[in-house]
């Protein structure tokens, strides 16, 4: 007989929303005014499987600001626009076990040590192709576009304080520059840097771009090819061994699947072949990873046994 089983999803979804709500631990990100005045209340799960199923829990609407989170579909682009040999001239694969706004290149080569922080993605933008900065902008909101399946757009205040306040990004640029590790429109890409940080996603979108990358580079909504799927393999390496910042050794032992977190609060998770999973949450541990984030990614790892490794 054909027994129509349930997914197990939305009562895990729900169960852990409900569990971690009263968790208060962690502080929003105040570098800027912009994202420091964000309801640290706001929570969200989301889960999309490569077949398109979406099950989602909480404020899954909400629109922040992607940060980060961005810097692995820049690193993407990258790859595509310039193939994989040339961008690891220009940017590494290690992670470094340094705060993500290091200052700190590899002292051989004079790349930024991976894609995943600030420096290699400053770096990786500035491979980005098009004559001039609107060309770049829009190859770069169209390659979003794919991801997520709908048009999106810059939260124009977050982007101007972050220009307005960046100098320590500005000063990686410089020292890249110094080393000829990027080319002289360091401004113009640093705008293209801060706009794509001021990206605004929710958390449902995340969670469709993590499933774009678990389903080889193919929305599982709309189809759209967002990626080549021969470069899935270099974006999911670096995220797996640098996404978490300080803490990806730790998230890579414990929790066991590609994923990026980001400022704002949110984290995008990987499942290769099966799906994509976001979390977002503003307040943050020392690292700048989501606490309630990494607390959810880590107990749907265990109960629906995702770790890579994993023997069952
Ligand atoms: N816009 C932020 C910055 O460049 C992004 C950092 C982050 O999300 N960790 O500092």
Known sequence: SLE?????FPDVLKELHSKYKSLRDGLVANYIPEL???????????????????????????LFTIQSISKVFAYGLALEDHGRDYVLTRVGVEPTGDAFNAIILDEQSNRPLNPMVNAGAIATTSLIKGAGATERLNR????????????????????????????RNRAMAHLMLNFGMIDQNIEESLDLYFQQCAVMVNCRDLAVMA?????????????????????????????YTCGMYNFAGEWAYKIGIPAKSGVCGGILAVVPNQMGIAVFSPPLDVRGNSVRGVKVCEELSQQLGLHLFECS
């Open 4 to 8: 129509i089983v349930a997914s197990p």
């Open 36 to 62: 420091a005045k964000v309801n640290p209340d706001l929570f969200s799960i989301c889960i999309v499987t490569v077949d398109g199923q979406v099950y989602e829990v909480g404020d899954y609407e909400q």
């Open 140 to 167: 770069m909101l169209d390659m979003f576009r794919r991801y997520i399946g709908h048009d999106v757009f810059v939260d124009i205040s977050v982007f101007t304080s972050e220009r307005s306040t960046g100098h």
């Open 211 to 239: 499933a774009t990358l678990a389903n080889r580079g193919i929305n599982p909504i709309t189809q759209e090819q967002a990626v080549k799927s021969c470069y899935i393999k270099d974006i999911l390496s670096v995220m």
